[in-house]
């Protein structure tokens, strides 16, 4: 979605996703990894 201009949009999804599932511990570790790895250049 970065690629595409859609920061926005993606950031609100993941939000999303962490509100809905904020008791699956490793979803969570993983979306932080993904983040951590998609914010590095």
């Excluded at 809905?20 to 990894?33: D, F, G, H, S, T």
């Amino acid at each position: 979605m970065n690629r595409i201009g859609r920061e926005a949009e993606f950031a609100a999804y993941l939000n999303e996703l962490r509100a809905v599932y904020k008791r699956k511990r490793n979803l969570m570790k993983l979306l932080e990894r993904v983040k951590l790895v998609a914010a590095s250049p």
